[in-house]
């Protein structure tokens, strides 16, 4: 297994990313520069968090558009396992791969801390087997989701809600809603599964020393992909 840590002008999460695979899970990991036109050799994709290209237009948005997200996206189509944390959740956005919108956060006001999240869908190869609700860190100014009831409906009867934005003891409330996403959805998924959007850092929680292991429950599915290559 070798996962593709995308790198963007901008881009802060990506060491955090590329840590967090290498070190705390022990699968390969490698660093891909925003101007490759190729992905040979990957079996999967990570586009981490940050402010790529300075968050210029809406963020995201230019990097939806560079060289590599052509390759991204034939990796999706072609059922392999892309997930994107924070800005990477919003380049997923910008660039068709999922639905929806990242929007400022409802307070218009930076939020750093540690939220929790409760798995709406069990089949994906990210969200398989958690069962319990996850403390995972968020660092953004532009996280709120959103989409209208339509789209809401459809990621419902579609099984595409990955994670929601809970209390400690996994219900539903407007202040565990930290940024006043639609629903209180913290990650989607495509119709597939196997594209992942998510404003929390499971990167950034697979170390006890930072605070939490719970990221573990996320990015686990690439291990259990690793085993089958």
């Not at 840590?19 to 899970?25: A, E, G, K, P, Y």
Request: charged letters at 20%; aromatic letters at 8%; a negative charge.
């Amino acid at each position: 297994m070798k996962v593709a840590v995308i790198r963007f002008p901008g881009s802060n999460c990506d060491q955090d990313a590329f840590h967090s695979l290498r070190d705390d899970l022990g699968i390969g990991a490698e660093y891909v520069w925003h101007e490759s036109h190729s992905l040979a050799g990957f079996d999967a994709v990570f586009l981490p968090g940050g402010f790529s290209y300075g968050d210029y237009l809406r963020c995201g948005a230019m990097a939806a558009r560079a060289p590599v997200m052509e390759e991204v996206k034939r990796f999706a189509k072609e059922g392999k396992p892309v997930i994107g944390a924070c800005n990477g959740f919003q380049m997923l956005c910008e660039s068709g791969l999922l639905p929806g919108a990242l929007l400022l956060n409802a307070e218009q006001k930076f939020i750093c801390k540690d939220v929790y999240l409760k798995a709406e869908n069990r089949t994906s190869i990210w969200t398989r087997g958690v069962d319990k609700v996850l403390r995972i860190p968020i660092a953004h100014g532009e996280g709120r989701y959103v989409a209208d009831d339509e789209l809401v409906a459809r990621l419902e009867g579609n099984g595409q809600i990955a994670f929601r934005y809970v209390t400690a003891s996994g219900e539903q409330s407007d202040e565990a809603n930290v940024n006043g996403s639609a629903h209180s959805i913290a990650g989607v998924l495509n119709e597939s599964g196997n594209v992942l959007g998510l404003m929390p850092h499971p990167e950034r929680a697979t170390r006890a020393l930072l605070g939490s292991t719970d990221g573990f429950a996320i990015l686990n599915g690439l291990k259990l992909i690793a085993s089958n290559l």
